[in-house]
């Protein structure tokens, strides 16, 4: 580290470097011959006042500035500083641009010099950290970060990081560093120089033993084959006392551990039900420790058996905690060893092939696929599995990842040497070789649909999130199709002369292997194709927009929908003319598949190119057969099982249709297709039984009742001592009053309440038009310098980065919907108060209810006891469960729907969670009472 790299970080009055945004703080931390040899702290005098949250961010208040220096003062000892040197920052777009635009206004010149950012450099080098914000990557790295948000700690922090990723370059292989070269200029930072002399430095180097390199790439090897499964002879309740009893391998292993008779009950139901070859629905409660109760049985019964088990998650929140934290434990409790393997869908795992030939094209990139190629380059020397999951890419790199995917590369030769590098076959051989196989929903349906030819052999499995279990199997067995989904397809194929993949087969293919193929009408018919599904969706648009016309229906995510079968009633003429269209366009691309099977795609001689692209034929061929089989189904064959619907926005563009088909009913084919097939599937949540009865998850799941064990497991946290359940007397009648009314009740309630808990609140809706509109009353009304309003949809943010910002203030109110009623955990004192501001029903007119409840009514039953009711009932368990994370957990749960009381039908809701006092009363008692009981 011959060069000078000077490390800044400021603190300002606000995000930009315009008026009046002003430096508050200086700090500068120069590095030589890679030792830090100076440093530079001072306050400035903004001369405006400090906002307060920037106060409360960093401490730094305007009597800290009022005898402080101007930048003025300081700007010629700043510049001095960075004289011949890099300019090192943690997102250097922002301190570079307030400190030009303050020399700039002093009449200094601005600051020319090269650039590294570290927050791209993190990106590249550690792709892998689980996010990019200074704190998290000192975290990450294990750098001390004493007073964050303080401009000398944090230049400080940003130099020991700077280092540590100098430290990390230097580690790479030489053709990592190549390909990085070949993609610097697409980059922020002014990385030529230090590749270049890694480059060199390493040119002479021996290859990394852990690296496999091939086609220019370098990877990390793949790990050695698992070994044997011992026998075990001990029985299974001397197994269980060894870890569960007392002196017990639990007591040894956790810390500060309680045993928990619940959790032996459900590890000795699991194992009973594998042993009779019974399915079983298990419900446990929060605390049970479910995860680490099945786990136990399943690994016993496969090392026992020689079987494996499959364990399927709706969620890889719950697959990573389960390999990270579950998997770990188990192997420290058990007396032997065994297998677990994690194995996703092809759409999970990178095609190295793919990418190979991604850094060897020369389209131009735009910034994030530069991005992601470096940060792939880099991940690919540490990665074992090539699961994209185990990174974070920018948000338009997914679009070039799902280019580079297994699941683009169609069929691939078992001779290949790619075939043999693959991720995805690399994961299927561990699959095949583990005693316990993880998967998810998703993959466990797709399985199940395609005669079990996805996962290994199998006759027992545990399904964790069970309440999901119907919802995916019914998208897996339904369909979806909408424009940009056609016309990537199209694109990705092209017409002979753009320079995508038809252009480039037929470029390089000898001319006896395309003498029968005509470009002429290939173009011809193409432009002919994309003109139709344009018209197409065009006209499915607009007809959704004629039919909702007196009567819109918008759905919690604020599309308009509509419901329709292949022969529409209501579209008369226009629906005849919109079926006319779908048939014309399945000609056109029924004639797109002829012309392409005229290609002689047979291996030519020394040209790789050839077959390369060759072999993306059969993929192409099957994508355009794809479109027709959907549009088909859903214009053109009768189908009495299944429920069709159009979505649109109402204000997006004027093709963007959504298509979609579900079963009516999934439990037949779950029944026929999945239960009676295997011998002993589990299935557990914390939300299977309604009023202590399993029978509405055992009928919507089409398990046989005569062959089915059932167990509750309660909670341990003393949920009377614990919880208090608050419903208001007084507000506006949700359902006939003013919505404007109930919006305006409700949110003088979380003012209320927010002054009681301190915020600390979690604001559970049923849509986000009703958040939104909260969102807005409560931002006019609420002391926003005292509480942190956050909503989802509206504040930035992925619902994990929402959370964590609810939990990094002290006082703050989270508003969620949808993905927040369940998988949110924020245990302790973060969460004080969770209010639920409607009953979870789902709305009437959404098409899967609506033909559901038509089914239901054809069948002589109740629609809503039958569906609506135990939808909302298993909904509201999931919302009321986010309040109560652990033993020392204590908070309210704020109903506003005073139904859950009033209706005949309310006691399935509070007869449905664990018993706890209950306060029906005015808001002023209520709020009287929840201060008294805090």
């Not at 800044?8 to 011959?33: A, Q, R």
């Not at 990665?383 to 590369?409: C, H, K």
């Not at 919880?723 to 309630?749: H, K, W």
Request: glycine share 4%.
């Amino acid at each position: 580290m011959n060069d000078k790299y000077v490390v800044i970080d400021l603190e300002t009055t606000g995000h930009t470097p315009v008026n009046p945004d002003k430096i508050i703080e200086v700090g500068i931390v120069v590095i030589e011959n890679g030792n830090i040899t100076d440093d530079f702290s001072t306050f400035l005098n903004p001369n405006i006042p400090i906002p307060p949250f920037i106060t409360h961010l960093t401490g730094i208040t305007d009597t800290d500035v009022r005898d402080a220096p101007g930048f003025q003062d300081k700007a010629t000892e700043i510049i001095d500083l960075f004289a011949d040197g890099y300019f090192v920052a943690h997102n250097v777009p922002f301190d570079l641009g307030f400190l030009n635009k303050e020399l700039a206004a002093g009449g200094f010149p601005e600051l020319q010099n090269p650039v590294l950012d570290t927050v791209e450099l993190a990106r590249i080098l550690y792709p892998q950290a689980p996010g990019f914000k200074l704190e998290q990557l000192a975290d990450y790295l294990q750098i001390s970060h004493d007073e964050p948000h303080r401009a000398i700690t944090d230049a400080r922090m940003t130099a020991k990081l700077f280092l540590a990723l100098w430290h990390k370059l230097r580690s790479l292989p030489y053709e990592t560093i190549a390909h990085l070269l070949s993609l610097e200029k697409g980059l922020n930072s002014d990385l030529a120089a230090l590749l270049n002399a890694q480059k060199q430095a390493i040119a002479f180097a021996d290859v990394n033993d852990n690296l496999d390199i091939y086609r220019g790439l370098a990877f990390k090897a793949g790990s050695k084959a698992n070994p044997d499964p011992p026998n075990v002879h001990t029985s299974f309740g001397s197994f269980l006392d060894a870890i569960y009893e007392e002196e017990g391998a639990m007591e040894q292993h956790m810390a500060h551990y309680e045993k928990r008779s619940g959790q032996r009950d459900m590890s000795e139901a699991v194992f009973d039900a594998f042993r009779t070859k019974q399915h079983a629905l298990i419900e446990a409660e929060t605390g049970t420790g479910k995860s680490l109760a099945y786990l136990l049985p399943a690994v016993y019964e496969a090392v026992t058996t020689h079987k494996k088990i499959i364990i399927s998650t709706h969620t890889t929140q719950l697959q990573s905690q389960l390999l990270d934290e579950e998997v770990p434990l188990v192997r420290q409790l058990v007396p032997f060893p065994f297998n677990v393997a994690l194995l996703k869908g092809k759409q999970h795992y990178i095609s190295l092939d793919k990418f190979e030939r991604a850094l060897a094209s020369e389209q131009s990139d735009n910034y994030d696929i530069t991005l992601t190629k470096a940060m792939v380059l880099v991940w690919l020397t540490e990665t074992e599995t090539g699961d994209i999951d185990e990174i974070q890419l920018p948000s338009n790199g997914y679009v070039f990842y799902r280019q580079i995917s297994t699941e683009t590369e169609g069929s691939v030769d078992p001779t290949s040497p790619w075939f043999s590098r693959s991720y995805y076959q690399r994961a299927r051989r561990k699959a095949q070789q583990a005693d316990i196989v993880i998967t998810n929903h998703a993959l466990l349906c797709t399985d199940m649909f395609n005669d079990y030819q996805l996962l290994p052999s199998y006759d027992k499995a545990i399904i964790d999130e069970a309440h999901h279990l119907e919802e995916t199997a019914s998208k897996h067995y339904g369909l979806t199709l909408h424009y940009v989904y056609v016309q990537n397809i199209l694109t990705q194929i092209g017409e002979t002369s753009d320079g995508n993949w038809l252009g480039k087969l037929l470029q390089n293919m000898p001319a006896s292997n395309k003498s029968a193929f005509s470009e002429t009408d290939w173009n011809n018919i193409f432009s002919w194709t994309k003109y139709e599904v344009d018209e197409l969706f065009r006209m499915l648009f607009q007809y959704v927009i004629d039919q909702k016309k007196k009567s819109k229906s918008f759905s919690d995510t604020g599309r308009i929908q509509y419901r329709f079968d292949e022969n529409d009633h209501e579209g008369g003429q226009q629906w005849s003319v919109i079926k006319e269209m779908v048939n014309r366009l399945t000609f056109y691309l029924r004639d797109l598949i002829h012309l392409l099977s005229s290609l002689d795609a047979s291996p030519a001689a020394n040209s790789a190119v050839v077959n390369d692209y060759a072999a993306e034929l059969p993929k192409h061929t099957e994508a355009l057969q794809s479109i027709i089989d959907r549009l088909e189904k859903l214009f053109l064959l009768p189908d009495d099982y299944t429920v069709k619907w159009m979505e649109i926005e109402a204000y997006g563009a004027k093709n963007a249709v959504y298509l979609y088909s579900e079963s009516t009913d999934i439990s037949t084919l779950l029944a026929d297709d999945f239960f009676s097939q295997k011998k002993s599937i589990i299935l557990t949540s914390a939300t299977l039984s309604i009023r202590n009865s399993f029978s509405y998850s055992q009928k919507k799941l089409g398990l046989p009742p005569e062959n089915l064990l059932t167990a509750k497991i309660a909670s341990p946290f003393p949920y009377q001592d614990q919880v208090r359940l608050m419903i208001p007397n007084d507000f506006p009648d949700v359902r006939y009053g003013s919505q404007e009314a109930f919006i305006r009740a409700t949110c003088e309630a979380i003012i209320s309440l927010a002054h009681i808990t301190d915020g600390r609140m979690l604001v559970l809706f049923t849509s986000y038009d009703m958040l939104r509109k909260a969102y807005y009353l409560l931002r006019e009304t609420i002391d926003t310098n005292q509480y942190v309003l956050i909503a989802q949809g509206i504040s930035s943010g992925s619902r994990s980065r929402l959370k964590k910002n609810f939990q990094s203030f002290d006082q703050s109110i989270l508003l969620g919907t949808s993905s927040f009623w369940e998988g949110v955990d924020i245990p302790g004192q973060d969460l004080s108060c969770l209010m639920i501001v409607k009953l979870p029903f789902q709305p009437p007119d959404h098409p899967v209810y609506e033909a559901k409840s038509t089914y239901f009514k054809q069948e002589g039953k109740n629609a809503f006891f039958e569906l609506a009711l135990p939808d909302a009932v298993i909904r509201f368990k999931q919302g009321f469960g986010r309040l109560i994370r652990s033993t020392s957990d204590r908070g309210i749960v704020f109903v506003c729907d005073a139904r859950i009381i009033k209706a005949r039908y309310g006691r399935f809701f509070t007869e449905s969670i664990p018993a706890v006092p209950i306060t029906h009363d005015s808001t002023p008692n209520i709020m009287q009472q929840a201060r008294e009981w805090f």
